[in-house]
């Protein structure tokens, strides 16, 4: 007789899972005998789970459908929280399996017991369940399939007791097929139409699937034909972007800098995005970032196709046939001389090539990569959605395992690299074509920076000690060799380059460890905070100029 862990298995690669990234127990050993049983399952590896959950994440976003995590517990989904929560933010689909005791041992409260529901609630708020019986628990995994793929897509959290996954008599049962997503509704279309013909200065800024090509050749028809400007928010889940391709200017991380950029607009109309907001709350600043003069308008949610709305506003405004305007092919050239983490960026956007992926956790490192890149070949990125640090090469992964033609560049700050850099050794494990680039600056960044915005007191040498990494400064390259990933350490611009073309030309995941000074440091961090305050007092184009330097 099948078991309920093979009938489960049976269910996943049924439903298009064939996937499953995992850190397993012993609550989890039926299941991963299981994996024996369907060919069609690629069982990965991961030393930690926020690799394993970072990596679904990753695949998600460029496969379009979700891969299955394995994890041992509610500690082993503790461990992988971080990672889910980003998936969460960025409306990924994530079947994420969860071991449990067997459903009567659970009484006797063991060492590893725990309330797993209640943490799985923090990430997955709209779908957890726990399966109580062999019999229903194809049925159980069949409802969080459809749940974690549907639109928005969502973590959907299948709890599996042991004897629930050892027992016999399971019977496997496909998820139904996903109903097509509606367009927005005639009346925000109208809405939207109006807001556009007003004569007033409009803007759409857009988010989730309104960031792939169909939809943002439909969007760009009617900036072309109506005068509209195109966002995109801050950090997108993924972005297809590059020569070819409509060009779209990123909201701001920076509060200030984002205000500045919508201030001029009398309509903002969201489309699969949400109105922008301040990262974090500052003492005497705004939180919701849509200046009070500025009309917000949704045509499309995240439960609604972005493509099909957008064309239907299009077909409104007579904009169809409007030639949409595209990036001109344009690379940056090559850096020389002495590494900084701007000419990194500028190697990233001459020599990569046509069809990549970039990974972007480079935190304040990347501060110049949008504008390095955007005439480079089309490209995908991928963003740090949620905020939470550990994402990048741990998304990597998944992008390489989804896309295995294609060359993953994974640019990853010094400070995040070490959350989660068990991931090498599954690149390793899996020769994975990812270049991993770690700016090492041997600094909290983006925290120093930080500490000056709110407006805490003068610190001292014990609160900046918790804001530098600079003692020991950790080698990467040596690292990454550890874990069977090639690894070399560079400091000039010509190294780099030589350890890009290496990588490139050579199977397989590599490292280049770029040692570079930070890129908001000395004066220029003092300066930020002075700057951004005066913003409001400068005239227009010289802020739009401080902007373009500051943030691109």
């Not at 997503?181 to 699937?209: C, F, M, N, W, Y």
């Not at 070819?244 to 919508?262: F, H």
């Not at 990853?412 to 899996?430: F, S």
């Amino acid at each position: 007789m099948t078991n309920g862990a093979q009938a489960l298995m049976k269910t996943l690669v049924d439903s298009g899972i064939e996937v499953c990234f995992t850190n397993p127990g012993t609550s989890e050993m039926h299941f991963v005998a299981a994996l024996d049983s369907e060919p069609k399952m690629r069982a990965v590896l991961a030393l930690f789970e926020g690799v394993a959950t970072g990596a679904a994440d990753g695949y998600a976003r460029m496969a379009d459908k979700p891969a299955a995590t394995l994890l041992h517990l509610g500690c082993g989904l503790g461990n992988g929280l971080a990672n889910l929560h980003n998936a969460r933010k960025g409306k990924v689909p994530v079947v994420n399996i969860v071991g449990d005791h067997a459903t009567y041992h659970v009484k006797y409260d063991a060492q590893l017991q725990s309330d797993i529901e209640t943490v799985a609630r923090n990430i997955s708020p709209n779908f957890v369940r726990t399966s109580q019986s062999t019999e229903a628990l194809c049925q159980d995994a069949a409802e969080a399939i459809t749940a974690a793929r549907g639109l928005p897509g969502q973590v959907a959290t299948l709890i599996l007791p042991a004897d629930v996954s050892w027992g016999e008599g399971g019977k496997p049962c496909a998820a139904p097929t996903q109903p097509q997503a509606p367009a927005a509704d005639d009346h925000a279309v109208q809405a939207a139409a109006e807001a556009i013909g007003s004569g007033k200065k409009t803007a759409l800024l857009l988010g989730g699937r309104a960031l792939r090509e169909p939809a943002l050749l439909e969007a760009a028809r009617i900036a072309a034909h109506n005068g509209v400007t195109l966002f995109a928010e801050t950090f997108p889940t993924r972005i297809e972007r590059g020569a070819g391709l409509p060009p779209v200017e990123r909201i701001a991380y920076l509060a200030e800098l984002a205000t500045l950029q919508l201030s001029e607009f009398d309509h903002l109309i969201l489309v699969d995005a949400k109105a922008p907001v301040s990262f974090f709350a500052y003492p005497g600043k705004q939180s919701y970032l849509v200046p009070d003069n500025c009309t917000a308008h949704t045509l499309s949610t995240p439960e609604q196709d972005a493509t099909t709305s957008l064309k239907k506003l299009a077909d409104t405004l007579g904009a169809s046939s409007a030639q949409p305007k595209l990036q001109a092919p344009g690379r940056p050239g090559l850096p020389k001389g002495k590494l900084t983490a701007e000419k990194v960026c500028r190697a990233v956007g001459e020599l990569m090539p046509e069809n990549s992926i970039i990974v972007d956790e480079s935190i304040t490192s990347g501060l110049m990569l949008n504008a390095m890149t955007a005439g480079s070949p089309r490209h995908d990125m991928i963003t740090l959605t949620g905020g939470a640090i550990g994402q990048g090469m741990p998304n990597a992964v998944g992008a390489a395992i989804a896309c295995p033609d294609r060359q993953v560049y994974a640019l990853i700050g010094d400070g995040t690299a070490m959350y989660t850099n068990q991931a090498l050794w599954t690149m390793a494990r899996e020769n994975l074509s990812v270049t991993t680039i770690i700016f090492n600056n041997a600094s909290y960044s983006i925290l120093n920076v930080e500490l000056e915005r709110v407006g805490a007191e003068e610190a001292g040498a014990k609160a900046k000690s918790q804001l530098d990494i600079s003692g020991p400064v950790t080698n990467y390259a040596l690292l990454a060799q550890s874990m069977g990933v090639h690894g070399t350490r560079v400091t000039t611009a010509e190294e780099l380059i030589k350890a890009m073309e290496y990588a490139k030309h050579n199977p397989g995941p590599h490292l280049i460890e770029a040692v570079v000074p930070e890129s908001l440091n000395g004066v220029k961090r003092k300066v930020l905070p002075w700057l951004l305050k005066s913003l409001p007092s400068l005239p227009r184009p010289l802020t739009k100029a401080l902007k373009k330097k500051i943030a691109p």
